[in-house]
């Protein structure tokens, strides 16, 4: 788990990076579970405050007029009322839904002006470079598991 932190931790300065990009976090809940057949108990985590940042923002942006198309990369159909209270708001408003590779959400295809997948290949070329300078002058390094 503590290797995995790790390389997110990486991804989000890597991201930081960027010119005009910002980051809203959600948070994660850990709970224990307890399997009902054989009893044992280990701990789980719950990602929280996500959608409901991303449903947040789209609306945002919208309602301050920031955007003519939005592109959601996500098969989640959480997004779908907010895609539906958007087009209701702002008709002249599109969104355009990009499905990750081997990912599909027949009602976020529904509710969107235009849809795409997004093929592996197209994530390759996508991909930070395995060294990126942050302002400090820190180096961050890509993880190979990720090259």
């Not at 057949?37 to 301050?64: P, Q, Y």
Request: net charge positive.
């Amino acid at each position: 788990m503590q290797a995995k932190r790790r390389r997110q931790t990486v991804f989000l300065e890597a991201l930081e990076t960027l010119t005009g990009f910002k980051i809203y976090y959600g948070h994660y809940l850990s709970e224990k579970v307890e399997c009902r057949n054989c009893g044992r108990v280990w701990n789980s985590h719950e990602e929280k405050m996500t959608d409901v940042n991303m449903a947040t923002e789209i609306l945002t942006d919208a309602f301050e007029n920031k955007f003519d198309t939005a592109l959601l990369i996500s098969a989640d159909s959480d997004l779908v009322p907010t895609i539906r209270a958007l087009k209701r708001l702002f008709s002249e408003k599109q969104i355009v839904v990009f499905f990750p590779p081997g990912r599909f959400s027949a009602q976020r295809k529904n509710v969107a002006d235009r849809q795409f997948s997004i093929g592996r290949r197209t994530l390759e070329k996508s991909q930070f470079p395995n060294q990126i300078k942050k302002a400090d002058g820190h180096v961050l390094e890509r993880p190979k598991q990720w090259r």
